[in-house]
């Protein structure tokens, strides 16, 4: 079963604009993290944030957690055609010590139109 | 540096029949694990082996099995194939405290 929720299931901007993802989920964590997947191939990993912090950045992208509210939000500013991906939020459990183990959200399929 | 390879890139299986999917790790990544990821949804995970241990088990039946070798590299194993199974199998190596998966290509598996 799945960790949690992503919103929205799908979005579609203008190349330029920023896009925001968000993604909910249900157990204490010890970390989140966000991987990015082209057309069903394997997945690439872009940001890892740990339960104590609240925000980090990698480049364009900007991720924020919240964990009294479940919750985390991975914004990509500047967005570019080559940004047209499926994005999934996944988390490892807190207390876990079994760090293969990812539980991965629904994702959000982002499509930047040129 | 070889990222993480899997083989077969896709098959095509029948329903009863099993499978064998096989991942070699980045040189230097210990632990392994596999994922399995139906159209539409998010990876899902089935095993991780560690130092050729299994190190922990998803909710999936016991046609499911795999083991790692020596060398670190992994086979998963499907007996009496369903059409449910009909999935992208991924295979995603670390090292064991980083946290950082990086995950192959996967093998996309077609059930008929």
């Known amino acids: 079963s799945q960790q949690g929720e992503e919103d929205p299931q799908a979005l579609s901007i203008q190349e330029g604009e920023n896009a925001t993802m968000n993604c909910s989920y249900k157990?204490?964590?010890?970390?989140l993290q966000w991987y990015r997947q082209n057309s069903g191939r394997g997945l690439v990993h872009l940001i890892l944030i740990r339960s104590n912090e609240r925000e980090k950045h990698s480049g364009r992208l900007r991720v924020t957690l919240d964990t009294s509210k479940k919750s985390s939000s991975l914004l990509i500013t500047a967005s570019r055609a080559a940004d047209t991906a499926s994005y999934f939020c996944a988390t490892v459990p807190s207390g876990s010590s079994n760090t293969g183990k990812l539980i991965f959200g629904q994702g959000t399929t982002l499509q930047v139109k040129p | 540096d070889a990222g993480v390879t899997q083989s077969p890139t896709h098959l095509i299986k029948t329903r009863g029949q099993h499978v064998t999917l096989r991942c070699s790790p980045i040189?230097?990544?210990?632990?392994v694990s596999w994922y399995q990821q139906v159209l539409g949804q998010g990876p899902q995970f089935i095993f991780q082996y560690y130092e050729k241990e299994e190190r922990g088990r998803g909710n999936f039946p016991d046609r499911f099995s795999a083991r790692q070798f020596p060398n670190y590299s992994s086979e998963l194993n499907v007996n009496a194939l369903l059409l449910g199974d009909s999935a992208l199998y991924l295979c995603a190596s670390s090292l064991l405290n980083t946290g950082e998966l990086f995950f192959g290509e996967g093998s996309r598996l077609t059930v008929l």
């Open positions: 157990t204490s964590i010890n970390n």
């Open positions: 040189s230097g990544h210990k632990s």
